[in-house]
């Protein structure tokens, strides 16, 4: 058996679904939107920002990168700060628009409804001759129609994990599996065809059953959304009640919904819009497009299938972006400013440096004072780095009991030294320092500390 499939309630078994086509203007739009994102996510690993790739998820080496930028463990601050800021959009999100993500922006959805499903029905034919072949024996031209769809599936499940592994290891570790023998990675060869037969899976078999059952965001918008969230709705209020067309029928007495179900044939959850909101409806705007083309054909005002609220709908009000809609969209805009604030003003060096504890200061010849210091470096650059530690004021003088010396890739040092000041610069008790961080010539950071000494009189 073929095609989409849902599951059967209180029947225990799968019932495919042949959910058809209407290329309608959001459909037109969501393709335009899918191939920008394909064309992004094929060439994603190998786009690179200031020699770095433009997304990898390295968590073999624990290296993750981001627009050109790298992060360590040791970054583990701004990846809770992402979650939390991620977390809360996604709230904010969905409590204003509803589920426009998954429709519009899913890779599921966008792989599924767009390549897969495109593929599918341009070998097999429309919902009707997919099912008929489903439905009819195993004749040459069913046995030429599977064996090429999911042949043509098993090359593409085989080009997206290649993609997806490079997001993993990098475009560079990944040709290497490609071009040299499968003895030398046979680790990354046996990966690559595990994603393989999981994206195969998944879209030859599975498919919206990640949508309805698997994923939890479906279940997580019925706590979220509220009578002013917009969502792909159905107007009842101005569709019922339903009914076909019957020349001997007076039509001002039905609503606009002449029960043609097409918005039912192209769901591909196969789900009724008309029931109302429902956790398995992606808002794909599929049926948005058909209902539209029937009523553009009745000459009846479109979106009577649209994005509406319930409070639209009940007080026949228009669409229009509220303060509240504008309020958690400041909100969203705000946390993600911070979020890109910290990514990008992090140092590519950080150093913690403090005063040895119960340890006072030392008095050293030529008349100099010393206290002791210890210091923590840490490298989030992608390259081993020479670390020198001197003092702004340059009639101080740095000693290293332990030198930093060179720090590897997201590696870290801790180093011990003295600071040696003229006891006649000695003025009070407490003398604020500050101390730079220098590679290859130029001062990476500048951290303030004290220095305890004697009080010259």
Not at 39 to 65: C, D, S, T, W
Not at 437 to 456: D, Q, Y
Request: glycine letters at 8%; one cysteine or more.
């Amino acid at each position: 058996m073929d095609g989409t499939a849902t599951i059967a309630v209180g029947q225990g078994k799968r019932q495919w679904l042949y959910p058809a086509l209407r290329k309608g203007k959001l459909y037109k739009w969501r393709s335009a939107i899918s191939y920008v994102y394909l064309l992004f996510f094929f060439a994603g690993p190998f786009i690179r920002i200031n020699g770095q790739p433009l997304l990898l998820l390295n968590f073999i080496e624990r290296k993750f990168v981001l627009l050109g930028q790298v992060f360590w463990p040791q970054d583990i601050f701004l990846f809770v700060l992402a979650t939390l800021v991620f977390v809360v959009c996604i709230a904010l999100f969905t409590i204003v628009f509803g589920r426009v993500f998954c429709g519009w922006i899913c890779p599921q959805t966008i792989f599924m409804e767009m390549v897969f499903r495109k593929i599918e029905i341009w070998i097999e034919g429309d919902a009707n001759r997919r099912r008929k072949l489903d439905a009819g024996g195993w004749t040459n031209e069913k046995l030429l129609k599977k064996g090429s769809k999911h042949l043509i599936f098993i090359l593409l499940s085989f080009l997206i994990a290649n993609t997806f592994l490079a997001y993993v290891i990098g475009s560079e570790n990944l040709l290497k599996i490609v071009t040299e023998p499968i003895g030398a990675h046979i680790i990354g060869f046996i990966s690559i065809w595990i994603f393989t037969g999981v994206f195969y899976f998944v879209y030859s078999q599975v498919r919206e059953i990640v949508c309805t059952v698997i994923c939890p965001y479906g279940r997580l918008q019925g706590v979220l959304l509220d009578k002013d969230t917009i969502v792909v709705a159905y107007n009842d209020v101005r569709g019922e009640p339903r009914g076909k067309i019957r020349k001997d029928e007076q039509q001002d007495v039905k609503g606009d919904c002449i029960d043609c179900n097409l918005c039912v044939a192209v769901c591909p959850t196969g789900i009724d819009i008309r029931k109302g909101t429902q956790l398995e409806c992606t808002n794909c705007t599929a049926c948005i497009d058909a209902c539209n083309d029937v009523m553009q054909k009745i000459n009846k005002q479109l979106n009577l299938i649209g994005y509406y609220s319930e409070n639209m709908i009940s007080q026949n009000r228009k669409p229009a972006f509220t303060w509240r809609m504008a309020g958690y969209s400041v909100v969203i805009a705000v946390l993600i400013g911070v979020l890109g604030y910290f990514i990008f003003s992090r140092s590519e060096l950080d150093m913690t440096v403090m005063r040895s504890a119960g340890i006072l200061y030392q008095e050293q010849p030529g008349g100099y004072i010393s206290n002791i210091y210890n210091a923590e470096i840490i490298n989030k650059s992608d390259q081993a780095k020479n670390i020198v530690i001197r003092a702004t004021d340059p009639a101080i003088r740095i000693k290293y009991i332990q030198a930093p010396g060179k720090i590897d890739k997201g590696g870290s040092v801790k180093t011990v030294f003295f600071v040696m000041l003229p006891g006649t610069a000695i003025q009070t008790p407490k003398t604020d320092i500050k101390l730079q961080l220098i590679t290859n010539g130029r001062v990476m950071e500048t951290v303030s500390t004290s220095f305890i000494g004697p009080v010259n009189n």
